[in-house]
């Protein structure tokens, strides 16, 4: 049955019919269900054009031209899917009825609108149709796969359209064309063509288009190995598709600049994009989408060398697979759960969760994905020293790989297989093996990627005897990882990474030992203590030059508001964990805890990057210069020699610096130097048990024999600066026995001769000399004998019960005796004493406090090794009324407080403790009162006994102009001292510049100072 319609008004027609119009004939919102056909016939002239316009709705259709026998005159199906506009224009040179058909082409059905028009034709039309017929031709070419016929095709009708002064129908040709070269593999020619494309839509107003051709403008420059400009199209692309609407293909595009940013290297912005990505997409209710992301956005903590974070992102993704049956999807969470639990040392556990991985990749039949599961295997397997098994994975996973697009990957097992000879020793294999990958980073233009490969030909070239070639790469490869570093903007992924790379680092420094052994004189061994400075304790050492400079008075209210709210979520969730340890919630509860904690103190980091990216000073801040071991051998003073300890998997090195000489000496390897520090601390922590005692005697014996013995005739009576690593952070060396009476039954410890400062690196030597020094009126200020408890005899029983995360402490009131004595040794009014009430929170963060030089607070300490953010120190949970207070001075907040002093003594258990970070040492309180503006800290290694406090009052440095107090050494017992913690020595292992000398107590219980600087 024919229709025979007018254009009197927009009709709504019967679906699947065949119908007779008369032009000009408009049609809205026609449904249109997928693989349906509409016909629309109507008569057509001599001479005449038709012309047809269907603008799609939520439905992907072809649009044809038939002549009266049915036959194709002309098909138009543009590449932009559901959106969009199809065209098609003939002229037909005899008067003839010709159909319009409209086919939905898509998956899905939707609806569209349609216009016919009929006219005599212009010179125009005629260009313009040839332009139409040329772009079918071009189309019929493609899909044969003739793409040479195609794309001369697509060039006429590019051609014909400009003629025609028709942009949308070039912009359109352009774009086909870009596609056909692609196939061509001429990605020069084919980025042109779409450059081409984009600019004529924007000419004809193409919205739609214009994104699209930006979206695949990106895959193009990505491929040709341009991730930046990739990376800029991908954002412009999701900026068009937000101002559409189209909040799912926005989200598709950042995901895919994203992706962009992680091979450039820059881990963090990628990880900024998946984030907003994340946000994005939760309203679309988009689980499977959704998981892709968390799973991305995991994969990138991990390159940043964060595992748990990853963790905690991938058992989300893992929850919203299984829910949904993504089988495919959940292989695909769990091989990147499988790296981060290899990452993390946990070997039979990741071998475990790979396989069931490789089963599901199996199933799901992808072959990029299974030779991905494969590459884990073999990771894991070289992880545990099964060298043959991990071979037989790599090249099985290459194999799989040898017939796709996935270049990255190719190089990635690549280079795992060079990894493989280089653990067998074989530096030919392996070099090859490397340059054969760094090819194809090279390529991609994948900044990480080439620094791995990089290091990987610098341990091949040692194994072949280049040792300054050797040299060279090394460089290049820790060059390359600083570039990757840089582009994170917050501190703790810029340590994150950091320790996750540390290797290079130890590579460099044992490799410029042995140069410097066989070139004498050549300088290596300034680089060796060069490359050791530049990657120990780098994240405190650039917070330190940061804080150089106050802070702009007018900061963005919004952004301070921001860094508080960040600050009160990590605080509260801190106390939340608290509250559910003490109420013994199950563990999952608590993990659960954890790893919003986690996420908080990342929202923390981030809104302090940004207040300090708004500052305009703080654009202007330079970075911490190289370290130069003659010039600091030049401060250091005669009597003073830096020994700092640079740990390696094979072997380690000391290095010994002071004004006449810089040599290295080897030390065993890590693993052994680690073992015998734990096994001290553990000995001393517990030493007023005798096999404890005993124990902690016999490692620090044997540390003194491997670290010290060879040193024996340098020693003399010098000041030592110590710079340790590792486990040797938990050692106070002042108590190793003196290398020179090993032999002595009951050898004196080192403090007997030797005045001992303990720093993170020698490079915060020179950041905390550089910071802006006050001289105040005021001398010391004691803080001490908070009130913890309701029942404590202060509050007369008033107060009421405070909040119920707080762990119950008990009253500490020795520590009153302690200030007492210390005040004693102050000139009247230069010291003030703050008990009891007074020793509260707001005295700490109101800027009571910064007016004075030294600061003394001996009171309980909180640790928390996890999240050292939440370690912080007790103060009164009560005020005079009895009324609860905020009470726990948290490292987020001492961060915040504006000190200038010389000295704080942190009189309280375990507060040099922190997270052990690699490369960085023990993050915690430590540096927290560093950044304050701290020069010196002194802190405990372990718990601290009040009743000990009293009778060892610290000799506090004259005012000045006033005279010297008289020089003197703690009284000290060489055969015990090392007998227990309470002797293990005085609270600051160093001295303050003459006159203003600075002897302290030798406390009962370990004091492990971490000075701000050495006195030249």
Not at 209 to 223: E, V
Not at 366 to 377: D, H
């Amino acid at each position: 049955m024919v229709l025979s319609l007018g254009c009197a008004a927009p009709p709504q027609l019967p679906d699947g019919l065949d119908v007779a119009v008369s032009a000009p004939f408009a049609l809205r919102r026609q449904p249109l269900a997928a693989g349906e056909r509409q016909t629309f016939r109507l008569e057509v002239g001599g001479g005449e054009v038709l012309a047809a316009t269907a603008t799609q709705h939520g439905v992907d259709l072809a649009l044809r031209i038939l002549d009266p026998a049915g036959t194709e005159l002309l098909s138009a199906d543009g590449p932009y899917g559901k959106r969009g506009v199809e065209r098609a224009l003939v002229v037909s040179e005899a008067p003839a009825e010709l159909a319009v058909e409209v086919e939905g082409a898509g998956r899905a059905g939707g609806a569209y609108d349609l216009e016919l028009e009929v006219r005599p034709a212009t010179a125009a039309d005629r260009i313009l149709a040839a332009a139409f017929r040329a772009l079918d031709d071009g189309e019929r070419a493609r899909r044969r796969g003739d793409f040479r016929r195609a794309a001369g095709a697509f060039r006429r009708a590019a051609d014909r359209a400009r003629r025609a002064e028709d942009a949308a129908v070039a912009s359109l040709a352009q774009h086909r064309l870009g596609q056909t070269l692609v196939e061509l593999d001429r990605l020069p020619a084919a980025l042109e063509a779409y450059r081409q494309a984009r600019r004529l839509a924007d000419a004809a107003g193409l919205d739609a288009p214009g994104a699209d051709l930006a979206f695949g403008l990106g895959r193009l420059l990505l491929a040709g190995g341009d991730p930046a400009a990739a990376a800029a199209a991908w954002d412009e692309a999701a900026a068009r598709y937000l101002e559409l609407g189209e909040q799912r293909r926005a989200v598709l595009a950042i995901n895919e600049r994203a992706r962009a940013l992680e091979i450039e290297g820059r881990l963090d912005a990628s990880r900024r994009a998946y984030r907003r990505a994340v946000e994005l997409v939760r309203p679309l209710a988009d689980p499977a989408l959704e998981g892709a992301l968390l799973n991305n956005l995991g994969w990138i903590h991990l390159r940043l060398g964060q595992p748990e974070v990853a963790l905690d992102l991938f058992d989300q993704v893992l929850h919203l697979r299984r829910v949904s049956g993504d089988r495919r999807g959940e292989g695909i969470t769990l091989l990147t759960r499988g790296t981060a639990e290899r990452r993390l040392g946990r070997l039979e556990e990741a071998r475990a969760t790979l396989e069931e991985a490789h089963r599901l990749l199996l199933d799901a039949g992808e072959p990029p994905w299974i030779a991905r599961a494969l590459e884990g295997l073999g990771l894991t397997a070289l992880a545990a020293g099964r060298l043959d098994d991990a071979e037989r994975a790599l090249r099985s996973s290459r194999s799989l790989l040898a017939e796709g697009d996935e270049t990255r990957t190719e190089a990635m097992v690549i280079l795992d297989l060079a990894e493989v000879e280089l653990a067998r020793r074989r530096g030919d294999a392996a070099r090859a093996l490397a340059a054969e990958a760094l090819a194809l980073f090279d390529r991609l233009a994948d900044r990480q990627g080439q620094a791995s490969a990089y290091f990987a030909i610098a341990r091949a070239e040692r194994l072949r005897g280049r040792l300054e070639a050797a040299w060279r790469f090394v460089n290049l490869a820790i060059e390359g990882m600083e570039t990757v570093r840089a582009s994170a903007r917050i501190d703790p992924l810029r340590t994150a990474y950091l320790a996750f790379r540390r290797e290079y680092y130890e590579h460099a420094v044992d490799l410029a030992v042995e140069l410097g052994r066989r070139q004498p004189g050549g300088g290596w061994l300034e680089e060796a203590m060069a490359m050791s400075e530049r990657g120990r304790a780098r994240g405190l050492v650039e917070a330190l030059w940061r804080a150089r400079s106050a802070p702009s008075q007018r900061l963005d209210p919004m952004l301070l508001a921001r860094e508080a709210e960040a600050e009160e979520r990590l605080i509260a969730l801190g106390r939340e964990r608290a509250r559910r340890e003490l109420d013994g919630a199950a563990g999952g509860e608590v993990d659960a805890l954890s790893a919003r904690i986690r996420r908080a103190s990342l929202a923390l980091a981030e809104a302090r990057s940004a207040l300090r990216a708004a500052d305009p000073k703080s654009a202007h801040l330079l970075r911490p210069p190289a370290f130069d071991a003659r010039r600091f051998a030049g401060r250091l003073g005669d009597d003073t020699a830096l020994i700092a300890i640079a740990l390696g998997d094979e072997r380690s090195h000391l290095l010994w610096l002071d004004r006449e000489r810089l040599e290295a000496y080897d030390l065993p390897s890590r693993r052994r130097l680690d073992r015998l520090a734990r096994s001290a601390h553990r000995g001393l922590e517990d030493s007023r048990k005798p096999r404890a005692a005993q124990r902690a005697q016999q490692a620090l014996r044997q540390l003194s024999r491997l670290l010290l013995l060879p040193l024996a005739d340098r020693l003399g009576d010098r000041r030592l600066v110590v710079v340790a690593e590792g486990a040797l952070h938990y050692v106070p060396f002042a108590v190793l026995p003196d290398p020179r009476r090993l032999d002595d039954v009951h050898p004196p410890a080192l403090l007997e001769r030797h005045d001992v400062v303990s720093l993170p690196a020698a490079s915060v030597l020179a950041a905390l000399r550089s910071r802006p020094r006050h001289h105040p009126d005021k001398l010391l200020a004691v803080i001490a004998d908070p009130v913890f408890s309701r029942d404590d005899p202060r509050l007369d029983g008033r107060g009421d019960v405070p909040a119920g995360d707080h762990e119950p402490l008990a009253r500490l009131p020795f520590t009153a005796d302690e200030a007492a004595a210390i005040l004693a040794l102050v000139p009247p009014g230069r010291g003030a004493a703050f008990l009891g009430f007074d020793a509260n929170l707001e005295l700490l963060t109101g800027g009571v406090l910064a007016g004075y030089p030294i600061l003394h607070l001996a009171t309980h300490g909180r640790l928390d090794a996890e999240h050292p953010e939440l370690s912080g120190l007790e103060l009164s949970r009560f005020d005079a009324a009895g009324r609860p207070r905020p009470a726990t001075l948290y490292a987020p907040r001492i961060y915040d407080l504006e000190l200038d002093a010389e000295l704080v003594v942190l009189s309280a258990c375990r507060t040099a403790l922190g997270r052990e970070i690699r490369g960085e040492g023990l993050v915690g309180l430590t540096r927290a009162f560093f950044h304050a503006g701290a020069r010196r800290v002194v802190v405990s290694l372990w718990a601290v006994d009040d009743r000990h406090h009293r009778a060892d009052a610290p000799l506090l440095p004259p005012p000045a102009g006033a005279p010297p107090a008289p020089r003197r050494r703690p009284a000290r017992r060489p055969a015990r001292a090392a007998r227990h913690a309470a002797l293990a020595g005085p609270l600051l292992l160093g001295r303050l510049p003459p006159p203003r000398r600075l002897a302290l107590r030798r406390a009962r219980g370990r004091r492990e100072a971490v000075p701000g600087r050495t006195p030249s």
